[in-house]
T-cell receptor, first 112, second 117 residues
Framework: AQSVTQPDIHITVSEGASLELRCNYS??????LFWYVQSPGQGLQLLLK??????LVQGIKGFEAEFKRSQSSFNLRKPSVHWSDAAEYFC??????????FGTGTRLQVFP | GAVVSQHPSRVICKSGTSVKIECRSL??????MFWYRQFPKQSLMLMAT?????????EQGVEKDKFLINHASLTLSTLTVTSAHPEDSSFYIC?????????????FGPGTRLTVL
């Protein structure tokens, strides 16, 4: 069955530390890949997306993600986390349609 | 970027009543809108896809008679939870989709918290 897995439910990091959020998908073909951030009171915001081409994708707010076909992964990274990055992060995929399938999310907590 | 609003942001109702949630694209026209449901600490689950002027397409397991969707214009879609029960309590999120291009990006509303007593 098609699925998106985010293995880490909750991650805590210190401000200034590096961050990596994991995402794996299970599909027969390479889907379109997305990372969204959800902050309280705000709609989901698209951080970055991968359709094809360069497997290292740059997004907003200093985030980047790397698509690894061999591992069916699309991990999100940031070299130095800011307190304002505390939020819920969702990986999502779309396969030839506009329907998004979301992972279960990773809650990021940032300590000063 | 494109802005999507939802109203109300929070609603509490008694069991058996109906609740209407509005989703508006404020600065663009959306031919397609999506409705999602999010349970606490869980992912967003797509409920239905609505296209302006036509009937909504519901995902498997979603009761179309309970969750009525109307997409009367290119900027407004409504979700009505009919005869709401406590198990319908959830966070409902809509998204509006632009058209054209390789992939039509969805822009999300801030969500509506429904509590059924």
């Amino acid at each position: 069955a098609q699925s998106v897995t985010q293995p880490d439910i909750h991650i805590t990091v210190s401000e200034g530390a590096s961050l990596e959020l994991r995402c794996n998908y299970s599909y027969g073909a390479t889907p379109y890949l997305f990372w969204y951030v959800q902050s309280p009171g705000q709609g989901l915001q698209l951080l970055l997306k991968y359709f094809s081409g360069d497997t290292l994708v740059q997004g907003i707010k200093g985030f980047e993600a790397e698509f690894k076909r061999s591992q069916s992964s699309f991990n999100l990274r940031k070299p130095s986390v800011h307190w304002s990055d505390a939020a819920e992060y969702f990986c999502a995929v779309a396969l030839n349609t506009d329907k998004l399938i979301f992972g279960t999310g990773t809650r990021l907590q940032v300590f000063p | 970027g494109a802005v999507v609003s939802q109203h109300p942001s929070r609603v509490i109702c008694k069991s058996g009543t109906s609740v209407k949630i509005e989703c508006r694209s404020l600065d663009f026209q959306a031919t397609t809108m999506f409705w999602y449901r999010q349970f606490p600490k869980q992912s967003l689950m797509l409920m239905a896809t609505s296209n302006e002027g036509s009937k909504a397409t519901y995902e498997q397991g979603v009761e179309k008679d309970k969750f009525l969707i109307n997409h009367a214009s290119l900027t407004l879609s409504t979700l009505t939870v009919t005869s709401a029960h406590p198990e319908d309590s959830s966070f409902y999120i809509c998204s509006a989709q632009t058209s054209g291009g390789l992939y039509n990006e969805q822009f999300f509303g801030p969500g509506t918290r429904l509590t059924v007593l």
